[in-house]
C-alpha cells in the first residue's frame, strides 16, 4: 500500500539554527498538507499545498510540493523554542470508493534553547 | 482550540472491558474522523463518518466500531479490550465530505490505558 515516509525522525538543534523535514511518498499526491503537534498536545493544520513545485511560507516557515509531486519538505529558519513539537505531512491515498489522508511518520524537533 | 470536544481525557480500564469515546465537531463541521495515535504506529486513521453515514474506514478493528448521530457528535465504541489498545485516540472533524482537500481540525484526544 501508499506509505508516506519523513525524515529524519528526530532532530536536534540549538535554538537559532535551521531545521529541515523531509516527506516522500510512494506515489504521485494530488495535494499534501503539514500538521504539527505539540508535546501533549493535538495535531494542528499548518498549510496545504497542492501544484507541482509549489513553495509556501509562514513567517520562517517554508513548505515545497516537489516537482513530480511525490516529496515535500519543510524549512524553518531560526529555530525557537516555540518550534518544538513533531511535524507530520499527510496525503491522499486513492483506494476503492473513497480516499483517505495518510500521515507521515513525523520529525519530532527538539530546540535546545 | 480547535472547536472539537472529545471526552473523556483520560480513561484507564481493565483487559476485556468495552469502552465508549466521545466527540462532538466543530460548528459546522459535517465529517467527524477517529484516529488512533501510538508511540510506534503514529497517527492511523480508523474511521470517518459524514452526515451520520460512514464515509471511509482505515484499520479499524472488528472489535472497534463508531457512529454519528444526527447532532453529528460521535462515538467510538472499544470493546474486549487489550493491552495493544493503550494509545491516544483522537477526534477530527471537517467541513467536506472528502478528507484529502480540506483541513482537518483536531480535539485534545482521549488517552486510553488498559491494565
Known amino acids: 500500500g501508499q506509505q508516506v515516509m519523513q525524515i529524519p525522525q528526530y532532530q536536534h538543534v540549538q535554538e537559532g539554527e535551521d531545521f529541515t523535514t523531509y516527506c516522500n511518498s510512494s506515489?504521485?499526491?494530488?495535494?499534501i498538507q503539514w500538521y504539527k503537534q505539540r508535546p501533549g498536545g493535538h495535531p494542528v493544520f499548518l498549510i496545504q499545498l497542492v501544484k507541482s513545485g509549489e513553495v509556501k511560507k509562514q513567517k520562517r516557515l517554508t513548505f515545497q510540493f516537489g516537482e513530480a509531486k511525490k516529496n515535500s519538505s519543510l524549512h524553518i529558519t531560526a529555530t525557537q523554542t516555540t518550534d518544538v513539537g513533531t511535524y507530520f505531512c499527510?496525503?491522499?491515498?486513492?483506494?476503492?470508493?473513497?480516499?483517505?489522508?495518510?500521515f507521515g511518520t513525523g520529525t519530532l524537533l527538539a530546540v535546545q534553547p | 482550540d480547535s472547536g472539537v470536544t472529545q471526552t473523556p481525557k483520560h480513561l484507564i480500564t481493565a483487559t476485556g472491558q468495552r469502552v465508549t469515546l466521545r466527540c462532538s465537531p466543530r460548528?459546522?463541521?459535517?465529517?467527524v474522523y477517529w484516529y488512533q495515535q501510538s508511540l510506534d504506529q503514529g497517527l492511523q486513521f480508523l474511521i470517518q463518518?459524514?452526515?451520520?453515514?460512514?464515509?471511509a474506514k482505515g484499520n479499524i478493528l472488528e472489535r472497534f466500531s463508531a457512529q454519528q448521530f444526527p447532532d453529528l457528535h460521535s462515538e467510538l465504541n472499544l470493546s474486549s479490550l487489550e493491552l495493544g489498545d493503550s494509545a491516544l485516540y483522537f477526534c477530527?472533524?471537517?467541513?467536506?465530505?472528502?478528507?484529502?482537500?480540506?483541513?482537518?481540525?483536531f480535539g485534545n484526544g482521549t488517552r486510553l490505558t488498559v491494565t
Open positions: 463518518y459524514y452526515n451520520g453515514e460512514e464515509r
Open positions: 499527510a496525503g491522499p491515498n486513492y483506494g476503492g470508493a473513497t480516499n483517505k489522508l495518510i
Open positions: 460548528s459546522g463541521d459535517l465529517s
Open positions: 506515489t504521485t499526491l494530488s495535494n
Open positions: 477530527a472533524s471537517s467541513v467536506e465530505a472528502g478528507q484529502t482537500n480540506s483541513p482537518l481540525h
